[in-house]
C-alpha cells in the first residue's frame, strides 16, 4: 500500500485546516438566532410577543443560517408598517437596514435561497448538482453503446448510432429540453407530474426534473459516445490483434483489454463534459425547475436587487472548482504516463 506523503500535500492540508478552524471559530461566535430578535425595536417586540397568543400573525420573520453567520429580517402587517434586519457576526450584531451591513445581509440571504437550505433536493444548489451527476452518469453508460454501436461492424447499427449523435449534437440542448418536456406529453397524452402521485406537493418539481434529466442525459450521451470512441480507437491496434490470436472474442477484447485502458484517457474529456454539464444546467429555468439561476432570477424579480447575481456566479464558481478538483487528482491517478 503506497503510503501517503505528507510533505507533498503539506500546503494543502495547513491551508484546509486554516480554513476549518477559522470557520470553526466564527460558527461558535456566531449569534444565535434569539439574539437577532432580542436586538429589534420594543415596538417589534411588543407585535411578536402579541403574536404568540394569537393565529394571526403580524410579524413575518426570516431567519438564513449560513454557519458563520447569520441574517434575520423581520416585517409587519397592519396599519404599523414596519421593517428591520440584522446580520449576526463574530459575536456582535449588525444592523442591516442601511450602509455596508444591508448588503452583507442581502448576499446572505441570497446565498442561503440560492443553495437550497431548508429545502429538499429540488432546490438550489443541490439541484444542480444532483442533475449534473446523474446527467454525466447515465451520459457515460448511454455513450459508452453508442461509441460500441458507432464502431461496430454492423453497418445498420453504425448507421443507427451515427444518426443519434449527429442529431442530438447538431440541435440546441435547450430545444431538446422543450421537446422532452412539451412536445412529447402532448403528443402522448400525459403530464410529467402525473409519474407522482397526486398528494405529492412536489411533483410538479419532481416531474419537471424528470424530464430535465432525459433531455440533459440523451444530449450528453451524443457527446459522451465521441468521449469513448475516440479513447477506444487510440488504443494501439495491435492490442486487438494480440487478443484474437490468444481465443478471445471481440466482447472479451473489449471489456478486458480495450475498456479498461481507454477509461483512463477518457478522465479529462469526461471532466470537460461534467463542467459543460454543470453551466448548462441553468437551462432548466426554462422550465421553472428551482435551480441556482431560476432562484436568483425570481428574487431578482421580486426584490428588484441585481447584487442577486453576485453569490450566483460565486456559487457556480465554487461547485465547479470543487469537481474540478476532484477530476484532476482522478485523472493524475490514472494518467496513462504515471
Request: hydrophobic share 50%.
Amino acid at each position: 500500500m503506497k503510503k501517503f506523503d505528507f510533505k507533498k500535500y503539506s500546503k494543502q492540508i495547513i491551508t484546509a485546516a486554516v480554513i476549518i478552524v477559522v470557520c470553526i471559530i466564527f460558527a461558535i461566535l456566531k449569534p444565535a438566532k434569539d439574539e437577532l430578535l432580542s436586538r429589534t425595536s420594543p415596538a417589534m417586540q411588543e407585535m411578536i410577543a402579541a403574536d404568540e397568543n394569537s393565529t394571526r400573525k403580524r410579524v413575518t420573520v426570516t431567519y438564513n443560517d449560513l454557519l458563520v453567520i447569520n441574517y434575520a429580517s423581520l416585517s409587519s402587517s397592519g396599519a404599523n408598517v414596519m421593517s428591520e434586519k440584522y446580520v449576526g457576526l463574530l459575536g456582535n450584531v449588525y444592523s442591516a437596514d442601511e450602509g455596508g451591513m444591508k448588503v452583507v445581509g442581502q448576499m446572505v440571504n441570497y446565498t442561503y435561497r440560492m443553495l437550497g437550505c431548508g429545502e429538499n433536493l429540488m432546490h438550489g444548489a443541490k439541484l444542480t448538482i444532483l442533475l449534473t451527476t446523474l446527467t454525466v452518469i447515465f451520459g457515460v453508460m448511454l455513450g459508452t453503446l453508442l461509441a460500441l454501436g458507432k464502431i461496430s461492424k454492423n453497418k445498420i447499427l453504425a448507421k443507427i448510432s451515427s444518426a443519434y449523435i449527429f442529431f442530438f449534437r447538431g440541435t440546441p440542448l435547450l430545444i431538446q429540453l422543450f421537446v422532452v418536456y412539451f412536445t412529447v406529453p402532448g403528443i402522448c397524452g400525459f403530464a410529467w407530474r402525473d409519474l407522482f402521485p397526486a398528494s405529492d406537493a412536489e411533483a410538479v418539481y419532481k416531474g419537471a426534473f424528470t424530464a430535465a434529466l432525459i433531455a440533459f442525459a440523451l444530449n450528453s450521451g451524443a457527446y459522451c459516445a465521441e468521449i469513448v470512441r475516440s479513447a477506444i480507437q487510440s488504443i494501439d491496434k495491435g492490442q486487438f490483434e494480440a487478443s484474437r490470436a490468444l481465443g478471445m472474442t471481440y466482447g472479451q477484447t473489449m471489456t478486458r483489454i480495450i475498456i479498461p485502458q481507454s477509461v483512463r484517457r477518457m478522465i479529462p474529456n469526461v471532466s470537460n463534459e461534467f463542467i459543460m454539464i454543470l453551466k448548462d444546467a441553468s437551462l432548466v429555468f426554462a422550465i421553472s425547475l428551482m435551480d441556482i439561476t431560476t432562484i436568483s432570477k425570481n428574487i431578482m424579480t421580486s426584490e428588484g436587487s441585481y447584487l442577486v447575481f453576485i453569490p450566483a456566479l460565486v456559487i457556480y464558481l465554487l461547485i465547479t472548482a470543487f469537481f474540478g478538483y476532484i477530476f484532476d487528482k482522478i485523472e493524475k491517478k490514472f494518467s496513462v504516463y504515471e
